[in-house]
DNA sequence: GCTAATACCTGATTTGAATCACAGCTTTCT
DNA sequence: AGAAAGCTGTGATTCAAATCAGGTATTAGC
């Protein structure tokens, strides 16, 4: 049973087992689908999807990063979203013949799980509990929105880095003595981007940041929370 | 057939004919449903929901306008939505216990309707393409929170005021000679901690918007949009 | 209808982030 | 390995929005 082919079935099943959408449903079920399911890899820098295109199916990052992203009209980068191993997106597009609304570009070599529109549509006819979760799902993904909106509507530049950086501390930290390290999806630009304020503007306050003992340098890509606390109270957190 | 009773009837039903949530349902699920609901009326000034607070239902706002907000650390009100007749919320909160994470104020009577957890979740169940419209309604709500995050990147004030001209021109303007009018359903300081500024900039922003014509002041709570395609201009559609 | 309280506008000043400019450092590509 | 292109950090300057302050309209309550 160490045959290949059962090797790459295994492979397979990684996709779905990871996304916590179908973890209702039976082993059986479970095969079945993960028989549909089609993969492909990008490269780094590669666009999985761009502005205007059409969507066809639900992806499921297997490995690696990537960035959600739309410009602004002055030429600016404006990241909606990070995604990785294990988040899926697409979702908004699976009953309405809309266009993508965003650019999505890998940040490292990825690769990714698909499940058509059709196929999924399939599941959930038949699979109501498939639904709720993915109602549950999407829920979380609004109340995740609704707490970055609210971030982006406070004034204070502080409280705004301060947030991004528990957030990555959240999602792409590591826990190491001296406090959790992050290994930063994208440059300095991108978080100045993503924060809505100018690149030097965020490099001053890292620095600040760094002296005041908040957070430590370890090189370019990589950040270590020292003091979650003072982070938090700049954050606002209550 | 004009008895009392049908007229109650009749009202009762308004409610679910207003969600396209429920469009897909015939006649007599509908009457079914339609029985289930309850409704409750608050005066301006109100609280529906407070945050913390736990969500049983499903809320349709029937008549009237609220505002759903949270309190930023600086004791600022951040609004996070505008609801007005039609619209529905809580969806979030139906497949799991958590507890709120905005409060919800009336900004005139208003008038609701309720669909317990329960309830709901029944009708999900039995029709699952209740389910797909409620995924579709969510998958809308996620595009315009990510447009209204986008906007609160945009560095430029002007363009992030014309926006906010151009959607409450789209939700509550009414065509009138001279271009559309708009009821403000909030007031300038509710606008600027939406859109995260000043109070007074934004006082400054409509009397520059006056001056160059492309807005007209018709009372204090009342706007009236002379170009809009300038403000188009400015808040950077293409 | 009058008073009080609230919302609104506008000017003067301050403040903090954007911009400009440039040098040091990385990564990439050949 | 070496050159070129792309990132990053920091200072100097500019500029736009926040804040402070005062006066005027509007609404709410008696």
Do not use: W
């Not at 196929?119 to 006819?125: D, E, M």
């Not at 829920?139 to 705004?160: C, T, Y």
């Not at 930063?184 to 001053?204: C, D, F, V």
């Not at 005041?212 to 370019?220: A, E, H, M, N, T």
Request: proline share 3%; net charge negative; with cysteine.
């Amino acid at each position: 049973m160490d045959s290949p082919q059962n090797c790459r079935h295994c492979d397979r099943n990684l996709c779905i087992h990871r996304v916590p959408l179908f973890s209702s449903l039976s082993e059986e079920n479970l095969l079945q689908i993960a028989g549909l399911i089609q993969h492909k890899s990008f490269e780094k820098g590669e666009l999985l999807i761009s502005e205007g295109g059409s969507m066809e199916s639900l992806i499921i990052i297997h490995q690696g990063r990537v960035k959600a992203f739309r410009y602004t009209s002055a030429g600016r980068e404006q990241i909606l979203y990070l995604f990785s191993e294990g988040d899926f997106f697409g979702e908004q597009y699976l009953f309405s013949n809309l266009r993508a609304t965003y650019n999505v570009e890998a940040l490292s070599p990825v690769k990714i799980c698909l499940l058509t529109k059709s196929q999924l549509h399939k599941v959930l006819l038949t699979h109501p509990d498939v639904a709720i979760k993915l109602i549950s799902e999407l829920g979380k993904r609004i109340a995740q929105m609704e707490n970055a909106f609210q971030s982006m509507g406070i004034r204070d530049v502080d409280a705004r880095v301060a947030t991004l950086l528990l957030d990555f501390a959240e999602k792409f930290g590591v826990d190491a003595p001296g406090g959790p390290l992050i290994t930063l999806p994208i440059s300095r630009e991108g978080m100045a981007n993503y924060l809505g304020i100018a690149r030097e503007t965020l490099s001053r306050k890292l620095s600040k940041f760094e002296d005041d003992g908040l957070i430590q340098s370890v090189d370019l890509k990589t950040i270590q929370v020292r003091d979650r606390d003072s982070l938090g109270d700049l954050a606002g957190l209550e």
